[in-house]
């Protein structure tokens, strides 16, 4: 499964709470978003909010390696090494991929908390359900949920080069 998002209105992003229909002819279910500073984070994946720096959109990140080469900004296009856990620890991708910064390749908040990130770093990066997939649960190609609607992404991302 890739990062790559569906367009959603803006206002997907300001709800707590969202309804969506699972199909046709079925009640509506709840989607309760996690809230990053109101949830456990696995261990594993050394998360301390103190430490992060929070962005307006509600993104947290933090350098892990401080890179040396150009920075990623909107209009260039970095190919990232990367793996995405659930807050639970459960790894949900890893890999690695170039996507144009800016143009609505990956979910925002990936692009939030990657810009200025410079060749050779690597950043830890917290994403909140309106800036991930909102209420959208993300099914893997035999139709199974990868990141149930909701859900708080954490990613760990190296800068391997910005074109």
């Known amino acids: 499964m890739r990062l790559f998002r569906r367009k959603m209105s803006?206002?997907?992003?300001a709800v707590l709470v969202a309804v969506g229909i699972s199909g046709c002819g079925e009640s509506p279910v709840e989607v309760v978003f996690e809230v990053i500073e109101e949830v456990e984070f696995a261990a594993a994946l050394g998360i301390d909010l103190a430490a992060m720096e929070k962005l307006g959109t509600g993104v947290y990140r933090q350098d892990i390696v401080v890179g040396g080469g150009e920075p990623a900004v909107f209009g260039t296009?970095?190919?990232?090494?990367f793996t995405g856990w659930l807050r639970d620890g459960t790894q949900f991708d890893t890999g690695t991929f170039s996507?144009?910064?800016?143009n609505s390749a990956v979910v925002s908040g990936l692009e939030d908390g990657l810009v200025g990130t410079r060749v050779g770093g690597t950043r830890r990066i917290i994403i909140p359900p309106g800036r991930g997939y909102g209420a959208q649960d993300r099914l893997d190609l035999q139709g199974n949920v990868v990141i149930p609607g909701g859900s708080i992404m954490v990613f760990v991302v190296t800068v391997d080069a910005v074109n």
């Open 10 to 13: 803006a206002s997907v992003g």
């Open 77 to 81: 296009t970095p190919t990232l090494t």
């Open 99 to 102: 996507f144009l910064m800016g």
